[in-house]
Structure formats: structure tokens, C-alpha cells
């Protein structure tokens, strides 16, 4: 089955700041990869996600990257903000299969105002 | 979007109690998902629905844990003589049909095992 590692498992930023987490699959056949923030007491909310046919997503001060062929992508958060402090998860999903998209363990974002 | 619902928020029970949880998915999604999440670690699949069908369950879900979906609607999952270690998150999520459709996860039921 799929294996999603992700790092590191803490990061520590000043505001304004960017901050990068990284994340490596190894199903080659996974083609989905979305990213989830979550918050103190609730569920991981969906903040992008990247699909297979493309290299690079932008949504304001966030942007994930993907590199197929080294199968790992990143995720890039600019212009740091207190509100940003959360745990963050990487998952990726296969196609042609389930539709079951396996997590990363998580990084836990601080960012200091 | 009234988003997904669950309850309880929080279940305290004795070690060799059953306990039920309830999940209320956004009404358009046929998609159900169960997941489990300890501190530390992201979220761990445990099974999942297509409309009322249990499509697939991972072998993390031992034969004291059962789940149903019976109108393809609300979802329960119930843990017979629970155990310390079943002590944890339960997440439950849904989707629209098709690939690469995202997971709306609820606030998550919070069961510990005393």
C-alpha cells in the first residue's frame, strides 16, 4: 500500500516568515495530493490540492510543488501569519482504485508573532 | 453546506463497554470515510462507504469494531468491548463521487478508555 512520510514533524517560524514542509509517496501510482490544516479540537480542513498533470499550484500565500519522478511535493506557505499556527497533513491518493487517500504524520506549525 | 456532523464530541467509557458513534455527512456526497487519529499521527483509514456500501475496511478494524451505513445517508460506528487502546480520535469524512474528489472532515468524535 501507499507509505507517506512527511517532514519535519515540527516547525518553528517568526511571523512573515516562509515556511516549507515536505512530503515523499511511494505508490507511483498515486495522482492526487491534497493538503489539510488542522486546528486545535477540529477536523483537518482541506487548504489545496495538486493533481498529477501538473507541477505547481498557487492559491494567495500558499503553493504546493510536486515532483513526480522523485515522488515528493512541498508545501510553501509565505508571509507567515499567527493564524497560520496549525497542524499540517499531506496525503496522497491512487487512481484507478479506492479513492482512499493515505496521511502523512503531520507538522505542527508555530508561528511566533 | 451545513458540513459534516458527529456525535458525541467527547465519550468517556470503561474498558469492556460498547460504544456507538454517529456521523451525519454533507447531503450531496455519496462518500463516507472513517478514520482514526492518535496524537502525533495523521489521520489512519478504517473503512468506507459508496452509498450504503461498505467498500473497503483496513486491517486496523478488528472484529470489535463494525460500521453501517444503512440508507446511504448517516453512518454509525460501534466499538464492542472497548479497550485502552481504543482510546483516540475518530474522524469521520465525505466526498463527492469520482477520483480526486476531497475529503470534508467532521470536528471528530474523542473517545478515551478508562
Known amino acids: 500500500g501507499e507509505n507517506v512520510e512527511q517532514h519535519p514533524s515540527t516547525l518553528s517560524v517568526q511571523e512573515g516568515d516562509s515556511a516549507v514542509i515536505k512530503c515523499t509517496y511511494s505508490?507511483?501510482?498515486?495522482?492526487?495530493f491534497p493538503w489539510y490544516k488542522q486546528e486545535l479540537g477540529k477536523g483537518p480542513q482541506l487548504i489545496i490540492d495538486i493533481r498529477s498533470n501538473v507541477g505547481e499550484k498557487k492559491d494567495q500565500r500558499i503553493a504546493v510543488t510536486l515532483n513526480k519522478t522523485a515522488k515528493h511535493f512541498s508545501l510553501h506557505i509565505t508571509e507567515t501569519q499567527p493564524e497560520d499556527s496549525a497542524v499540517y497533513f499531506c496525503?496522497?491518493?491512487?487512481?484507478?482504485?479506492?479513492?482512499?487517500?493515505?496521511f502523512g504524520r503531520g507538522t505542527s506549525l508555530i508561528v511566533h508573532p | 453546506d451545513t458540513g459534516v456532523s458527529q456525535d458525541p464530541r467527547h465519550k468517556i467509557t470503561k474498558r469492556g463497554q460498547n460504544v456507538t458513534f454517529r456521523c451525519d455527512p454533507i447531503s450531496e456526497h455519496n462518500r463516507l470515510y472513517w478514520y482514526r487519529q492518535t496524537l502525533g499521527q495523521g489521520p489512519e483509514f478504517l473503512t468506507y462507504f459508496q452509498n450504503e456500501a461498505q467498500l473497503e475496511k483496513s486491517r486496523l478494524l478488528s472484529d470489535r469494531f463494525s460500521a453501517e451505513r444503512p440508507k446511504g445517508s448517516f453512518s454509525t460506528l460501534e466499538i464492542q468491548r472497548t479497550e485502552q487502546g481504543d482510546s483516540a480520535m475518530y474522524l469521520c469524512?465525505?466526498?463527492?463521487?469520482?477520483?480526486?474528489?476531497?475529503?470534508?472532515f467532521g470536528n471528530g468524535t474523542r473517545l478515551t478508555v478508562t
Open positions: 505508490d507511483s501510482a498515486s495522482n492526487y
Open positions: 496525503a496522497a491518493e491512487a487512481s484507478g482504485g479506492s479513492y482512499i487517500p493515505t
Open positions: 469524512a465525505s466526498s463527492l463521487p469520482g477520483p480526486n474528489s476531497p475529503l470534508h
